[in-house]
């Protein structure tokens, strides 16, 4: 079965973690500027407060997991309030020291792993587009065990070394996904999968993208009218079906202009245009620019400057 949160991380081409260990303990309190990367949080000890802008303030404890696909700015803390600390977050991602923040003598209050995932893909903001700003996972304990299989990966030189983290990194983050709750989560993918009917039709999206679907054949698939299908699917997933659609179809076509192994035909017909002028003028009124520009800044940007 067609599994719609495999795809978009496998799409999203997870190529490495980068992590640390982070304690705190007395009074302490740090925020963090805004990082851009997605980026994780898995408490191994104690308790702290998490701060993401915009959201409400998160009680961590240990076992919890917070995945953050945008990364805006947030503060970190113990629980007496104090003026924050301001962290970069970029200069710290170079340092591979353990991060104490608060008194740096005696047991600390909270340990956790913190970082962020690196993809290949370009498209990263798919994660923004159909996931909430903020998954909070309580209580599964598989999580933190993917998280230290991870850091004791990344700390070695074995062969098959990034293989194995990529799989890693991979089960890590539909681990997350998959054990965040849907029912009531903001507008988003993970809030249409949690709808049995929506999801069957969304699963259908994502297993024959070039199909000429239509809001109609959608909605019999979900066994709904289509005027029910139509505002459940947009009032659920935060856009109508045929905008989720064509977003789908042009993530795969930016992943595919960006390996560069089909042509311009090639890719027009995978994602369901009988022509490449019209798959054209179709990317160029979604992503800004035409297909052949999209793959010539792909490329560019991966060459190595002289």
Do not use: N
Request: glycine share 8%; hydrophobic share 45%; with cysteine.
């Amino acid at each position: 079965m067609t599994d719609p949160l495999a795809e978009l991380i496998t799409l999203l081409r997870p190529a490495r973690v980068m992590g640390k260990r982070i304690s705190g303990a007395g009074r302490w309190g740090v925020r963090y500027a805004p990082f851009g990367h997605p980026g994780f949080c898995v408490v191994t000890d104690g308790a702290c407060l998490l701060t993401v802008d915009g959201a409400d303030p998160l009680h961590l404890q240990a076992g919890d997991f917070v995945f953050l696909p945008a990364t805006p700015g947030f503060i970190l803390s113990g629980f007496v309030p104090v003026e924050p600390q301001l962290v970069d977050p970029a200069a710290l991602a170079a340092q591979d020291l353990e991060l104490r923040h608060g008194a740096l003598e005696g047991e600390p209050d909270v340990r956790m792993l913190g970082g962020y995932f690196v993809f290949e893909s370009p498209d990263t903001a798919l994660l923004v587009t159909l996931l909430p700003p903020v998954i909070h996972v309580r209580g599964e304990d598989r999580l933190g065990v993917l998280v230290r299989l991870v850091r004791e990966e990344a700390m070695q030189t074995r062969a098959g070394r990034d293989l194995i983290l990529t799989r890693l990194v991979e089960v890590l983050l539909i681990e997350a996904l998959r054990a965040a709750p849907g029912a009531g989560a903001p507008a988003g993918l993970l809030r249409g999968l949690a709808d049995e009917r929506l999801a069957r039709s969304i699963r259908e999206m994502h297993r024959e993208p070039a199909r000429a679907w239509t809001v109609e054949q959608l909605a019999q698939v979900a066994a709904l009218s289509r005027s029910a299908y139509f505002q459940r699917f947009t009032r659920a997933v935060g856009m109508p079906p045929m905008e989720y659609l064509i977003a789908w179809r042009m993530a795969i076509a930016k992943d595919m202009l960006d390996r560069q192994e089909l042509g311009m035909e090639q890719v027009a017909e995978r994602v369901g245009y009988s022509s490449a002028s019209t798959f054209s003028t179709a990317f160029a009124r979604h992503v800004g620019r035409p297909p052949s520009g999209y793959a010539r800044e792909r490329r560019r940007l991966r060459s190595p400057v002289a």
